[in-house]
């Protein structure tokens, strides 16, 4: 059986810029699509944790080290500068290859500096601070 899975996702990501005219996509820092294992042109969903818009679109590499995210085509109408978004990849794999498996979150700060890389299951369940959360009954 096949199963499609979280692959990766940059966490809490800021818009920096949009642009309504452009045909469409993402464009986002090469080192932070590197970081998440997500590639130039690999489908994305975005969620805008402000308002709670969700969309799917394409990366574009923007330039490197310029902590880059923008929100391009008609998506732009569905963010706002300083946005905090949340870029999501999903893979599908067979049930065999999930044994021991774990997505990888790209943490950012407000300015998209990456603050850590994580494959834990605790950090997926982070809080919006950052603090675990508790997941005892």
């Given amino acids: 059986m096949q199963r499609t899975m979280l692959k990766s996702k940059i966490h809490r990501a800021t ?3 949009s642009d309504l005219h452009y045909v469409g996509s993402i464009t ?3 080192e932070l699509l590197e970081a998440a294992d997500i590639l130039e042109f690999e489908q994305v969903a975005v969620v805008d944790v402000n308002n709670g ?3 799917e679109t394409y990366t574009i590499a923007g330039e490197r080290g310029s902590r880059e995210v ?3 085509g008609a998506a732009a109408r569905l963010v706002h500068h300083g946005d905090t978004i949340i870029v999501i990849s ?3 794999y067979d049930s065999e290859e999930l044994s021991g498996y774990a997505p990888r979150v790209v943490h ?3 300015g998209n500096e990456i603050l850590n890389v994580d494959h834990e299951v605790a950090a997926l369940l982070a809080s919006a601070d950052g603090s675990p959360v508790d997941t005892t009954i």
């Fill in 70 to 72: 923008k929100v391009n």
């Fill in 15 to 17: 818009v920096t810029d």
């Fill in 53 to 55: 818009a969700r969309f």
């Fill in 90 to 92: 999903y893979a599908t």
């Fill in 108 to 110: 950012v700060t407000p």
């Fill in 28 to 30: 986002i820092d090469p």
